[in-house]
């Protein structure tokens, strides 16, 4: 039996040693890993765990990600909990293994501290690495700080392994702005953190030596498209209520309350930013500071990016004149993916709402409250036109010539 | 520590413990099945396996069938070590927590995967899983191409075979570079047992397998998998052909115990000419020309140089 830790009421902890102690917490059976910043310390926090006897699990150092995401499906598929975390160009090199995970439907939280992918090379946080994967069929939830990573990793386990869910799950942080800025993080128990999440259940375990099992067939033009089906009917209906049981039964043990779309100042919102990571935050203080000015700010947080959460995007929005759609991820070559996402989730509604795309802080360029500020100032023209007055969409804070389109 | 399993002769080994299925897609004469089934039947233990992508994996999981009675799993093209690799550490860790539902069984832990797949493609992998100490066995199939995509020349392809590729042409003969060593390479690893077997020596290889499963750690199995369509013979050559190989010593049988110590096998009571064993396979063919001719002659004295490193090695006890 591994040691218990007893942590303090408050822990001062950065966002990755608050998904190093929820991995510990849940006593993961598997975590197999390769070092990428800014998500090291997550693996070497467990790691640490590990040499001092607070968990008891196996942790397998492997030669690159894709090589620890293929022992994560392997361990996944014996049958137990399993964990790994990356950034960016490890997350790049694993995504062919993140398409076999869920196609093989393996429940395993990945920690995906988000961060540029090159060229040029960059350590920084943006969310190139999160839209990458956005189509891959795992579930993705979203922190905007320490607090959330930790408690936001409780909420994966707990789905992902559900046996009406039996699919993989990323929680999301910013690389650097969450997961290396120390925050104070409100702790669960060991105790309390394990039982929330609960025991293990296998389902299809190659362990089970009297039931042997085929994991990973072939599949062509007669079957493929009906296990492609299954898989998307899984996501679309049990996987939303299972979050949403999960948030509920999270809030009834630690008063924090979580939502798949987290609104701010929306009840009388005129005006609008739709965002995601640390940016949510810096935009609350924003239209707070827009509403003394008089302008009916508010801000939609993205906190379950898959699946997408279109009806309830759609339901907060709709009476909204103008949004800013912020995507931190270069579009290369379109709208950004928020843009298209909420554009597409607003279309067949009443809504007269104006939608432009901003691209900022890529690489992990600041936004700053002034950037904050022009963006809400565009939305207040556009709501007062009824129509596009600004280019849909702009770059912000970018060195040099001022650079939109269309 | 499980019990080696005794095996009598040929004809109850073909027949005993089948968890392997005549119900396959593999081409009539593919020496993958006969591997499979003699690396399966060497033992009584239960299996948890893995195939990376290739001829083994797509003729014997189509959906809805499977010709598996034994866990079996397969991911991608390079990865069917680290998929075994991670199943053998979620059984580490379900021991340490009391969670194994038969906790009195001890299964083996075996990947397979073709030449492309350990020579190439998933050298990577395979060589994490060696250096961490894994205990399985990775066992190549190797019939020196990539036979599931078409014959494309992998670096396991010898010189002057004519692949897809690398083909024979008016003024080419082939495949011009020679064929990796993976034995050396994973003995270089420092693995408790490598070993190069055939599937016509049968009792080589039931006792190279049997060591194998004894041995705490990673174990490297190179198994020569003549392939009818892409070597161009007959399907019912399967075997004759597998015996020009081993006892023209193109393909000799030998083992390397903990990255040292060399035993050859099988030493054939005659040993016949390469030319021979070149002879009787169309990849060959162009060679038996007269603008080619030379290259028989190259390759006779490489098999003889290395059947010479190899005999010098085990002398010498390194």
């Known amino acids: 039996m591994a040691d218990t830790i007893e942590l303090r009421d408050i822990e001062v902890w950065d966002g990755n040693m608050a998904a190093s102690q929820a991995l510990r917490q849940v006593q993961v059976d598997v975590v197999a890993a390769y070092p990428i910043t800014p998500s090291t310390p997550i693996v070497e926090g467990y790691a640490g765990f590990k040499a001092n006897g607070y968990v008891d699990g196996e942790f397998v150092m492997t030669e690159s990600e894709h090589g620890a995401m293929s022992c994560c499906i392997g361990a996944a598929a014996a049958g137990g909990r399993v964990a790994t975390a990356t950034s960016s ?112 259940k296998p389902m299809n375990d190659m362990l089970d030596l009297d039931h042997p099992v085929t994991h990973g067939v072939q599949t062509e033009e007669d079957w493929h498209f009906e296990h492609k089906a299954r898989q998307q009917h899984a996501l679309m209906t049990a996987v939303i209520p299972k979050i949403e049981a999960a948030f509920d039964e999270f809030e009834k043990l630690t008063g924090r309350k979580y939502n798949l779309v987290e609104t701010y100042n929306m009840d009388d919102a005129e005006v609008a930013v739709v965002c995601m990571g640390t940016s949510v935050e810096t935009a609350r203080e924003v239209a707070e500071e827009m509403r003394v000015n008089g302008v009916k700010a508010g801000v939609i947080g993205i906190r379950v990016f898959r699946p997408w959460p279109l009806e309830q995007i759609a339901a907060a929005l709709k009476n909204v004149k103008a949004v800013g759609l912020l995507d931190r991820s270069s579009p290369h070559g379109a709208m950004g993916a928020l843009y298209n996402e909420v554009a597409g989730s607003l279309f067949n509604t009443d809504t007269k709402a104006v939608l432009t795309n901003y691209i900022y802080g890529l690489g992990g360029r600041d936004l700053t409250k002034a950037h904050l500020v022009s963006i809400y100032t565009d939305l207040k023209a556009n709501a007062d036109a009824g129509k596009v007055t600004t280019p849909l969409q702009q770059y912000i804070g970018l060195r040099g010539p001022k650079l939109s389109f269309f | 520590m499980s019990e080696i399993k ?66 079996w799993i397969h991911i991608g093209f390079e990865n069917g070590s680290s998929a075994v690799a991670g199943a053998e550490a979620m059984y580490k860790a379900l021991k340490t927590k009391g969670r194994l539902k038969q906790p009195d069984r001890v299964p083996k832990f075996v990947a397979f995967g073709g030449d492309g797949a350990t020579y190439d493609i998933g050298f990577q992998w395979i060589s994490g899983c060696f250096e961490r100490g894994h205990n399985m066995m990775y066992v190549c199939l190797d019939n020196e191409v990539y036979a599931n995509t078409g014959g494309q020349r992998s670096s396991s392809t010898p010189i002057g075979a004519s692949a897809t590729t690398t083909p024979a042409g008016r003024i080419s003969y082939g495949e011009k570079r020679n064929k990796k060593d993976m034995m050396a390479i994973m003995a270089a690893h420092g693995a408790p047992y490598v070993a190069q077997v055939a599937p016509n020596k049968w009792k080589d290889m039931v006792a190279k397998i049997q060591k194998g499963f004894a ?17 161009k013979f007959a399907p019912e050559d399967t075997i004759s052909i597998s015996d020009l190989a081993t006892d023209s010593l193109v393909f000799p049988l030998y083992e390397i115990i903990d990255g040292t110590q060399l035993n050859i096998t099988y030493r054939p009571k005659n040993i016949i000419p390469v030319r021979d064993y070149l002879g009787a396979q169309g990849r060959f063919k162009h060679l038996f020309t007269k603008q080619n001719e030379y290259l028989i002659d190259e390759w006779q004295a490489r098999v003889d140089a290395k059947w010479d490193y190899l005999q010098r090695r085990e002398e010498a006890s390194v």
Request: include cysteine; aromatic fraction near 10%; charge should be negative.
């Open chain 1, 89 to 200: 160009q490890g997350f790049a090199l694993m995504l062919e293994t993140l398409y076999s995970a869920s196609g093989m439907r393996l429940p395993i939280v990945l920690n995906l501290v988000n961060r540029a992918i090159g060229a040029p090379l960059n350590v920084n946080g943006d969310h190139s690495d999160m839209y990458m994967g956005r189509d891959s069929g795992w579930i993705q939830l979203g922190a905007y700080c320490p607090q959330e990573a930790y408690d936001l990793n409780f909420i994966a386990f707990k789905v992902s392994e559900d046996h009406d869910v039996r699919l993989p799950a990323i929680v999301n942080q910013d690389g650097f702005m969450t997961s290396h800025t120390a925050q104070g993080v409100h702790t669960l128990s060991d105790e309390a953190a394990y039982k929330f999440v609960g025991d293990y």
């Open chain 2, 6 to 71: 005794k095996i009598k002769n040929l004809k109850e080994f073909s027949t005993s413990a089948d968890r392997f299925e005549g119900a396959n897609l593999l081409c009539p004469g593919c020496a993958h099945s006969i591997i499979v089934r003699e690396v399966l039947n060497a033992t009584n233990d239960d299996l948890i396996l893995a195939a990376s992508t290739g001829c083994l994996e797509v003729c014997t999981a189509v959906y809805p069938y499977t010709s598996w009675d034994a866990s």
């Open chain 2, 215 to 231: 041995a705490e750690g990673p174990v490297y199995i190179n198994a020569m998998s003549a392939c009818t369509t892409e070597w």
